[in-house]
T-cell receptor
Framework: NAGVMQNPRHLVRRRGQEARLRCSPMKGHSHVYWYRQLPEEGLKFMVYLQKENIIDESGMPKERFSAEFPKEGPSILRIQQVVRGDSAAYFC???????????FGDGTRLSIL | GDSVTQMEGPVTLSEEAFLTINCTYTATGYPSLFWYVQYPGEGLQLLLKATKADDKGSNKGFEATYRKETTSFHLEKGSVQVSDSAVYFCALWARDSNYQLIWGAGTKLIIKP
């Protein structure tokens, strides 16, 4: 019974490079959420997607960040031209419907050199 | 807007002590309330939840009661173990929050043998 799978677990990038974070939701889940956790802080909502659609991206920075959830394959959170301040843990969650509990992956820890 | 406030950590207790982690919330609607736990280096696991006033969520010896009159959802456990050491997050979810999970900052719990 696979849960939410995120990869990679750890990602190191140099300033200016692109970071791609992947999330495969639980089987049967079509709703995906991305959160960012800065050190010693709680989680901040970034974006909510449902297969091929962005439902709410109110937590996404206006530039450099984008997310998609294609019909086939995992959800991707893309960060272009990374900066030091992007260093954080990025968590993905999925749910069976928008009013069902969210289940979390183990996160991707992004470090920017 | 909706918000969650947790007691600051770290909370340090001896094994078998009684645990309370306070959580209060502000919401315009009728939210569902959650406690998630994050063990070191891992993602978040749903610990317990309550969806309406006076509901009590319980799991693994932890429990929390949804108190609408005091807008609280305090986490309690009668006898903690070293393995309970983790960060605990209180969160709310409400339709008025556009289905986002709104998070507290987290409380780090350290249990000493």
């Amino acid at each position: 019974n696979a849960g939410v799978m995120q990869n990679p677990r750890h990602l190191v990038r140099r300033r200016g490079q692109e970071a791609r974070l992947r999330c495969s939701p639980m089987k049967g889940h079509s709703h995906v959420y991305w959160y960012r956790q800065l050190p010693e802080e709680g989680l901040k909502f970034m974006v909510y997607l449902q297969k091929e659609n962005i439902i709410d991206e109110s937590g996404m920075p206006k530039e450099r960040f984008s997310a998609e959830f294609p019909k086939e394959g995992p959800s991707i959170l893309r960060i272009q031209q990374v900066v030091r301040g992007d260093s954080a843990a990025y968590f993905c969650a999925s749910s069976a419907d928008r009013d069902q509990p969210q289940h979390f992956g183990d996160g991707t820890r992004l470090s920017i050199l | 807007g909706d918000s969650v406030t947790q007691m600051e950590g770290p909370v340090t207790l001896s094994e078998e002590a009684f645990l309370t982690i306070n959580c209060t919330y502000t919401a315009t609607g009728y939210p569902s309330l959650f406690w998630y736990v994050q063990y070191p280096g891992e993602g978040l696991q749903l610990l317990l939840k309550a969806t309406k006033a006076d509901d009590k969520g319980s799991n693994k010896g932890f429990e929390a009661t949804y108190r609408k009159e005091t807008t609280s959802f305090h986490l309690e456990k009668g006898s903690v173990q070293v393995s309970d050491s983790a960060v605990y997050f209180c969160a709310l979810w409400a339709r008025d929050s556009n289905y986002q999970l709104i998070w507290g900052a987290g409380t780090k719990l350290i249990i000493k043998p």
